[in-house]
């Protein structure tokens, strides 16, 4: 394979508990990329059912749910709905969620925490609309057990509860994926500010690359892009690096179905890539760290290399290709020095890389005006609560 995933699972498996049933799950994503999950989600196989914003229902069951923290390279959580009801005030929002049999999920000897999206002006203060529902909880289980009551740990909690709240349609979520799904766990070294792996898988994906047709980041940064186009190309499992997810702390957590999802996923990766994948920058200490996030992943024969994108002449010598740019966002930089190196960007572009299809995700929408060439896509995207535009230049 060339690689090894780590899988670290101490988690018992509770034969008393019936596996769960095929619901109506919810993957969030970043805006931008919903039609790109709802695609991943149909050729792992489950049904979508809705698309919204940010987020895609689809219906799975326990066996789905497993493959699906595991494979999605577009989704931030997996969460099973609760409960969902309406609330105008804190105290009909504890009274709705003191209702919840939430004995069903979770025990006296489990922790748990509140995670929390309010947009509502009836709840203005979120972090009190989170605390009466953590309330809730804890009195339901203090009256069914004696007093006796789940833990709360906001660090590293057996069950996560997500609160989701628009207007006074209020809902309630158990998150099967626990840490964000983009955090695959092969990045240990990191630039600042570096584009998370959700939103690097997404623009590759967008693309339309192949695969098989040469790819190249020349500001790699922390090498996320290119690591991400290396496991869509090998199609190894993103998740096949994390130590923990959230279901496995759940009372019908079933670990032979767990380990032959993983096993599975293992036997679908490919060894060997199709085609070279390239990636530089300018600082060799950027370099060093993006080596090192992929040996992590198990990609070794990613080449990387310390170049200045714009002043040196191309190190590779392919003829065509993709190139993907995520230039420093240079907050510090006056406007008209983000001016010239856009333009210095174009010129590099037009000069060097003819025959390749350049991609260009940025903030400084400005300084895109200064690229000098034709657009043949524009996407708008979301890094974070920055709004980006991912940008499509042929070069023939």
């Given at each position: ?7 670290h ?11 769960m ?20 989600i ?50 009909e ?6 209702k ?148 496995q ?46 040996q ?69 929408l ?11 896509k524009r ?18």
């Open positions: 394979m060339g690689f090894v995933a780590n899988h699972f101490t988690y018992f498996t509770n034969q008393t508990t019936p596996p049933q095929s619901t109506e799950l919810v993957a969030k994503t970043a805006q931008g990329l919903e039609d790109v999950l709802a695609d991943e149909t050729r792992l196989g489950a049904t979508v059912t809705v698309k919204g914003q940010r987020v895609v229902h689809f219906m799975a069951d326990q066996a789905m749910m497993y493959k699906a923290n595991l494979h999605l390279r577009t989704a931030f959580r997996i969460m099973m709905p609760v409960a969902s009801f309406t609330a105008n005030s804190p105290d929002l504890y009274r709705e969620a003191y919840t049999e939430w004995e069903q999920y979770f025990t006296t000897n489990d922790s748990f925490a509140i995670d929390f999206t309010i947009h509502s002006p009836l709840f203005s203060h979120s972090q009190f609309a989170a605390l009466r529902i953590k309330d809730a909880i804890a009195d339901r289980f203090r009256n069914l057990f004696s007093n006796q009551r789940p833990s709360v740990d906001t660090y590293d909690p057996d069950f996560l509860v997500q609160l989701h709240i628009s207007g006074n349609e209020c809902h309630l979520l158990l998150d099967s994926s626990g840490q964000s799904l983009h955090k695959r766990g092969y990045r240990t070294f990191q630039v600042a500010a570096p584009l998370n792996e959700v939103l690097a898988a997404g623009m590759v994906m967008l693309s339309g690359w192949d695969r098989q047709t040469v790819l190249y980041d020349p500001m790699c940064g922390s090498g996320t892009i290119a690591i991400e186009a290396a496991l869509l190309q090998r199609d190894i499992a993103p998740g096949l690096f994390r130590e923990k997810f959230g279901f702390s759940w009372k019908n957590y079933d670990d032979k179905l767990w380990k032959s999802t993983v096993s599975d996923a293992l036997r679908q990766s490919k060894p060997s890539p199709d085609a070279p994948i390239y990636a530089s920058d300018i600082l060799s200490s950027a370099i060093k760290k993006s080596v090192e996030n992929a992590n992943a198990g990609l070794p024969d990613i080449n990387f290399f310390t170049a200045d994108f714009i002043s040196d002449k191309p190190l590779i010598e392919e003829t065509g290709g993709y190139i993907f740019i995520n230039p420093p966002y240079g907050e510090r930089l006056e406007q008209y020095q983000i001016n010239n190196f856009y333009k210095d960007i174009g010129n590099t572009l037009k000069r060097q890389y003819k025959n390749y299809t350049a991609w260009l995700l940025t903030a400084h400005e300084g895109l005006k200064h690229i000098g060439l034709q657009t043949s996407i708008t995207l979301f890094n974070g609560p920055l709004e980006c535009r991912l940008v499509q230049y042929k070069m023939y």
